[in-house]
């Protein structure tokens, strides 16, 4: 079985919790004090990329929250993953996670596109050799 990438995983917490973090509201008991950090399920996102939700967990955890999460000048932390926010436990940085997975799907996109240049080049390049073949 393939791990799922980083983009699977982020595009499915996108999906699954966008509707939650859009509706938040101060005025409304949601369970949460911030808006910013969503808690999440591992395990029903593991489900959903059919694969184990320790996986999902050690890829935020262990992975990106090392790769995304940083330092600013006055030395504050910006989380990426955090273990407990509040009463909530296994949360995202809604927004942090929105701009990584946007940066993502434009690097993937780019990719792509490039892809397909060069194999329209490569198919061109071979059609005339073999024109030019067959008019000699």
């Not at 966008?18 to 399920?41: A, L, Q, W």
């Not at 910006?78 to 434009?106: H, I, T």
């Not at 780019?110 to 240049?117: A, C, P």
């Amino acid at each position: 079985m393939k791990a799922p990438s980083d983009i699977k995983i982020l595009s499915k917490i996108y999906k699954l919790y966008y509707e939650e973090y859009k509706n938040f509201s101060t005025e409304v008991e949601n369970g949460r004090k911030t808006k910013i950090f969503v808690p999440i399920d591992c395990q029903m996102i593991a489900d959903e990329l059919d694969t184990d939700g320790d996986i999902i967990f050690g890829r935020l955890y262990y992975h990106m929250e090392q790769k995304y999460g940083y330092r600013r000048d006055d030395d504050s932390r910006v989380a990426f993953f955090l273990l407990q926010a509040g009463n909530d436990q296994k949360c995202v940085n809604f927004p942090l996670l929105a701009s990584v997975l946007a940066g993502m799907q434009e690097e993937d996109s780019k990719f792509k596109i490039s892809t397909w240049l060069s194999t329209i080049a490569i198919v061109v390049a071979v059609g005339t050799a073999v024109a030019q073949v067959i008019q000699s």
